[in-house]
């Protein structure tokens, strides 16, 4: 399985940015997408994540009420909506999926098979 992280750049605060992922390969039809960050010096930390056979999805603290995850499950796809962007948005961020991920552990890097490249969000004052 392959992912095709896009969609960063360089934003004002306040700004918006939309991220996409799409998965290719041996893909399943219950995949669970996610989106992890990292930031200059700091662990790398969950955003969001997406049960494409559902819609189910769940958010890091930091971002809830700011950013929206969605994903076609046609099409193994997800994107993030990422709006209100602070300064502290400004990272890496990771596309991750797996077929199987228990809810307890959807916040854990470990728990996906797959990563994308990253894609540079940077968020300017």
């Known amino acids: 399985v392959q992912l095709q992280a896009s969609g960063g750049g360089e934003v004002q605060v306040g700004g918006s940015l939309r991220l996409s992922c799409a998965a290719s390969?041996?893909?399943?039809?219950?995949?669970?997408m996610a989106w992890f960050r990292q930031g200059p010096g700091k662990e790398r930390e969950f955003v969001a994540a997406i049960r494409l056979n559902g819609g189910i999805s769940y958010y890091g603290d930091s971002v809830k009420a700011r950013f929206t995850i969605s994903g076609i499950n046609a099409q193994n796809t997800a994107y993030l909506q990422m709006n209100s962007l602070k300064p502290e948005d400004t990272a890496v961020y990771y596309c991750?999926?797996?077929?199987?991920?228990?809810?307890?552990?959807?916040?854990?890097?470990?728990?996906?098979?797959?990563w994308g490249q990253g894609t540079l969000v940077t968020v300017s004052s």
């Open positions: 991750a999926a797996s077929q199987t991920v228990i809810t307890s552990a959807t916040m854990r890097p470990e728990s996906y098979a797959y």
């Open positions: 390969g041996r893909t399943a039809s219950r995949f669970v």
